[in-house]
């Protein structure tokens, strides 16, 4: 969904910035063939200049996507999604969606009613190219493939002035070019320059048949006055070529003016910076990325942040990072979310294929997601004995390439804090199970994460083991713990409290901590309610 919405809009861009380039350049011109030319290849070029590829060896800054790993730390409770969760993503491209639907209906009802118009009236001439077809309903002239239809009293009037514009609308094959344009208006119906471009493509039409009729040895005073008498008050088909449907100051205006001079051609060239600035902007990585990654977070946003947020007191709030974790063994091994520097980067790709995304459409995930991720860390990270002796603590940045097979590779620790605790953190990664692999536009690309495991030793492990209670320690490593209350009760010793035996765990930082609870919890606070037994 979201890769055909981005597209939709990349071409809308393009449409609008080639509408203003013809209409400021070449629209006065009088090479009517060469303009109808230029406006369907502006259309084309539109439609594929979106879908160009760049590739650059220049390497994209990675922030892997643990900000919800930090989250889901200090969770208690996983929200249940409901059918009614939107995302503002999926709610425009719902609308964009029924848009297309209904003016995909009126174009199909509009050639309906032509079919059935033509069909319902009788021939009167047919040789072999074209039939003019005679209607009983009042409708203004008009030609659509090889017909061409005109009223029981146009037929009787002035039949040859009629017959030779229309003619020509047939010979050139306009009406091909008008369904091309109902298609695109029917994906770009919320774009002023897809409509735009029509009116100018049909305008270009009619210049075109005028000049065909006056070619043919017509007076043009006595053609120009017919088409006076012929301006107002008729039925019209929107997917047809109608006689009298643009302005006759225009069309008249059209037909006194001198022939454009010749070198007037080259102004097309003026596109060609636009199609440049175009590629560069919609084609190369570093932009594919950046916009996926805003319709990516668009479409999570809302579940996301439920999805990790324990109460009502958490949703939309940034509580920072806290690790809760007990173990009768082991010291606090936490893993937090990326570094907000970006300043991660993976080695240069040596061709398409070996490309490292940062951000993708659907993003890798580990086999369960990422409580699941907890768990395997928790279970299987061992604080080294050496480390614990020499009292070293800090946070090991692992990176990492999850493969288009979902396979983890290329592990390499980035900010190394101790020898033991580098091999450890670099251990567990490389034991990881397969992920589900990333996806851009549809297919398996290779996607980089950063895993920074933050090794702490509160100030008990560094003199006992615990007793299989639970340990608290703020990720900024501050030597004020935290304000902390157990039922409504600010209590100073958690470690007697078994993690099974929590309902829920409520954090709160900065001023929201302070406002509750006063100077005390400037460190932040931490609510914690006990099952009831």
Not at 112 to 131: A, C, F, P, Y
Not at 246 to 271: E, F
Not at 289 to 318: C, F, H, P, W
Not at 441 to 447: I, Q, T
Request: hydrophobic residues 40%.
């Amino acid at each position: 969904m979201s890769i055909f919405f981005i597209y939709s809009l990349k071409v809308t861009l393009c449409l609008t910035a080639f509408y203003l380039v013809y209409k400021l350049l070449l629209s006065r011109d009088t090479f009517f063939a060469y303009n109808r030319f230029v406006l369907l290849g502006l259309c084309a070029l539109s439609l594929s200049l979106p879908l160009a590829q760049v590739s650059t060896s220049n390497p994209s800054p990675v922030v892997a996507g643990f900000a919800v790993v930090e989250t889901m730390v200090v969770s208690a409770e996983v929200y249940e999604p409901t059918s009614l969760d939107l995302s503002v993503t999926s709610l425009c491209f719902g609308v964009y969606l029924l848009g297309v639907l209904f003016f995909l209906a009126r174009e199909i009802w509009s050639l309906l009613s032509l079919r059935r118009l033509i069909s319902g009236g009788r021939v009167v001439e047919n040789d072999g190219t074209m039939k003019v077809v005679v209607v009983k309903d009042h409708v203004s002239p008009f030609s659509w493939m090889g017909n061409v239809v005109m009223s029981e009293k146009d037929y009787a009037d002035s039949p040859e002035y009629i017959i030779r514009h229309e003619r020509a609308h047939v010979v050139a094959r306009h009406s091909w070019d008008i369904l091309a344009c109902d298609l695109l208006i029917v994906f770009q119906w919320y774009n002023p320059a897809a409509w735009l471009l029509k009116s100018e493509l049909q305008t270009v039409h009619e210049y075109e048949a005028d000049r065909s009729v006056l070619d043919s040895g017509i007076n043009a005073t006595d053609y120009q006055m017919f088409l006076i008498r012929k301006t107002a008050g008729e039925k019209l088909f929107s997917a047809a070529n109608n006689l009298n449907q643009y302005s006759l100051k225009n069309r008249i205006t059209m037909m006194k003016k001198s022939k454009s001079n010749k070198w007037n051609h080259c102004k097309v060239l003026a596109v060609l910076p636009v199609a440049a600035t175009a590629v560069i902007a919609f084609a190369s990585p570093k932009a594919e990325s950046l916009t996926n990654e805003i319709m990516r977070e668009s479409d999570a946003l809302v579940s996301a942040v439920r999805q990790v947020a324990a109460t009502d007191s958490l949703k939309g709030k940034n509580v920072g990072m806290l690790v809760i974790q007990g173990d009768e063994r082991e010291p606090l091994v936490a893993v937090e979310h990326a570094p907000k520097d970006g300043g991660t980067e993976f080695p240069k790709s040596q061709s398409p294929d070996d490309l490292v995304y940062d951000v993708v459409e659907e993003m890798p995930e580990f086999p369960g997601g990422i409580p699941a991720l907890l768990t395997f860390m928790k279970e299987n990270i061992k604080y080294p004995a050496e480390a614990q002796k020499k009292g070293v603590q800090g946070r090991v940045s692992v990176k990492f390439v999850v493969d288009k097979q979902g396979q983890v590779t290329n592990a390499k620790v980035e900010r190394p804090v101790d020898p033991a605790l580098d091999a450890e953190a670099l251990r567990v990664v490389n034991s990881m199970p397969r992920w589900t692999p990333g996806k851009q536009g549809g297919k398996l690309v290779n996607v980089g994460y950063v895993l920074p495991v933050h090794f702490g030793l509160s100030a008990d492990t560094q003199k006992k083991k615990q007793d299989g209670g639970l340990t608290i320690v703020t990720a900024d490593d501050k030597k004020v713990p935290p304000y902390i209350l157990v039922d409504g009760e600010h209590v100073t010793d958690i470690s007697h409290i078994k993690p099974e035996d929590i309902e829920s765990i409520h954090v709160y930082k900065g001023k929201q901590a302070t406002d509750k609870y006063g100077e005390a919890a400037k460190n932040g606070a931490v609510e914690i309610t006990m099952k009831k037994k």
